[in-house]
């Protein structure tokens, strides 16, 4: 005898439910993980550990006289780069990649400035852009990629604009 449930196809609707409770338990595990923090704003020691969250190969750090810029890529050919300041501060993070890379691990403490910004942003579906005093983000989203900038004006090295962010 077969159950009337399966013979009319509810074995898939099972199947269904299964396989949405797997995957909020996979979002659950990634949401509790511990993420590491190496962040705008944040210390130079930190890139290291950034790097290895985004699943980039270790950065290539080039000095100039103004900033050292931290230069990773992703395992999809992205490419993330972090700027630090003479006093080892991360200044700016930018991006180009296939996939938009973690913004809460990129912009730290300045991830809820993003988020209440963007839940406002009505216009446009593809360019996103805040400026406020102390924070400044763009974003791109294009039919194959993902390419940001993000930076904190205070920060900026004396007489660095903010176009030389590349």
């Excluded at 972090?82 to 991006?95: I, L, M």
């Amino acid at each position: 005898m077969t159950d009337p449930g399966l013979a009319r196809g509810g074995g898939r609707t099972i199947f269904r439910k299964i396989r949405m409770l797997h995957r909020a338990t996979l979002l659950g595990l990634l949401m509790l993980a511990p993420a590491a923090r190496a962040a705008l704003g944040e210390n130079r020691a930190s890139v290291q550990a950034d790097s290895r969250a985004l699943g980039a190969a270790t950065p290539v750090v080039t000095s100039t006289e103004r900033y050292e810029l931290h230069e990773s890529r992703t395992a999809d050919g992205g490419v993330v780069r972090q700027y630090v300041n003479a006093q080892g501060t991360v200044f700016a993070v930018t991006w180009s990649a296939r996939f938009r890379p973690n913004l809460q691990q990129l912009l730290g403490a300045h991830y809820a400035e993003y988020l209440s910004a963007a839940r406002g942003h009505t216009t446009g579906h593809h360019v996103f852009s805040v400026t406020t005093p102390g924070f400044v983000i763009g974003i791109v989203q294009r039919p194959r990629g993902s390419a940001g900038t993000a930076h904190l004006p205070a920060l900026l090295p004396a007489g660095m604009r903010a176009e030389e962010l590349r």
